[in-house]
């Protein structure tokens, strides 16, 4: 019997990126037996329903709603797939791209194995049409130097947490476990930690990737990561047994740089560049290391370049918000603060 996909994407002022998204279902090279499209309008000012009624030849379903938010507008989609009876649902963000083979990885996945996971994803990527910024972001986003490898680009040892760019799970075990939480930013995560803890099977799937747009500048990528780098302590305080060194280290690498400028600064101050230079010199050492790697990870010279700021603002934006959490959730017991609200989809 074919199994019944639906894939729920929640959208919010971003009506072109939804055409490319929609183009991408067009382009699949496997048709899918049986799968549908729910879109999430959340409260969008432009809103994409005229995108959506130039793609007729697809099976979509098209909601509007008030602003909640991604995770409340990811579990309408959920409710409004019940009457579908899907088997699995496919949570995407409307920023990310389907490659043509997408849907032949999903189906021989579930034709080959004998046991299928309760709740799975895959990694993301840039395509070779996404600006120079979104390559070195997206960089910075998946190298094993900025975030060790915790977000699915390889295979790993330990439980792998899908996040909902491009997360699967089975229709009953979302609603036994409660779709997203309140959380305003780390829900995603959260969800796949309560999956995890009663006990069902969260697989990574390295061939299910999606080409991920992600911010366009360095200040949007900034305030993304910095909310995300909050959100690990509260994760790590709802889910006690999830929290790893790994996670603490951009913290560490933030504290460092701090250090090493003040000192620096003071060296130029009492007229020494060359004490200034070589305090500076662990800083200078790692952004060529990140130049050398990102040139043979992009294979672009202009890319590596761009992507030594990106991964420099991924690593400050994550570990200052990392110390930010650790001030309001840990220290001060203000569980309801909340930095950059505004950014849920800028």
Not at 16 to 28: G, N, T, Y
Not at 89 to 111: K, N, Q, W
Not at 325 to 344: C, E, P, Q, S
Request: aromatic share 14%; net charge positive.
């Amino acid at each position: 019997m074919a199994v019944v996909y639906c894939f729920i994407v929640p959208v919010y002022n971003r009506s072109e990126e939804v055409e490319e998204l929609l183009l991408s279902f067009r382009a699949q090279q496997t048709l899918l037996p049986s799968y549908t499209i729910i879109i999430i309008e959340d409260g969008s000012t432009h809103p994409c329903n005229d995108v959506v009624d130039r793609f007729p030849d697809l099976p979509i379903t098209y909601y509007r709603q008030e602003n909640t938010g991604p995770a409340g507008a990811r579990n309408h989609g959920a409710e409004y797939a019940k009457a579908l009876n899907a088997e699995y649902l496919i949570f995407l963000d409307s920023d990310t791209v389907l490659p043509p083979a997408y849907f032949g990885h999903l189906e021989e996945y579930h034709r080959t194995q004998t046991i299928l996971p309760d709740l799975f994803g895959g990694p993301d990527s840039a395509h070779e049409s996404f600006t120079t910024m979104q390559k070195a972001i997206n960089y910075a986003m998946t190298s094993f130097l900025t975030t060790g490898g915790i977000r699915g680009g390889t295979k790993r040892v330990d439980t792998f947490y899908p996040r909902s760019f491009n997360m699967g799970v089975r229709a009953a075990v979302f609603q036994l476990v409660g779709g997203f939480s309140a959380m305003r930013f780390g829900e995603d995560v959260d969800f796949s930690m309560r999956v995890v803890a009663q006990g069902f099977h969260s697989m990574l799937l390295p061939n299910l990737i999606v080409w991920h747009k992600r911010r366009a500048t360095l200040k949007q990528f900034f305030k993304q990561v910095h909310n995300s780098g909050m959100a690990r302590v509260l994760l790590s305080l709802k889910h006690r047994n999830t929290f790893k060194i790994v996670h603490a280290l951009p913290a560490l690498f933030a504290c460092f740089c701090c250090i090493v400028v003040m000192l620096s600064s003071i060296s130029l101050v009492r007229g020494s560049i060359q004490s200034a230079f070589s305090i500076l010199l662990p800083l200078i050492l790692f952004a060529q290391l990140l130049f050398a790697d990102a040139v043979r990870s992009t294979g672009s010279l202009r890319v590596a370049w761009y992507a030594i700021g990106a991964s420099y603002v991924q690593l400050l934006g994550y570990g200052t918000g990392f110390l930010r959490g650790m001030w309001h959730y840990v220290i001060r017991k203000n569980m309801d603060f909340v930095a950059f609200k505004h950014t849920l989809y800028k």
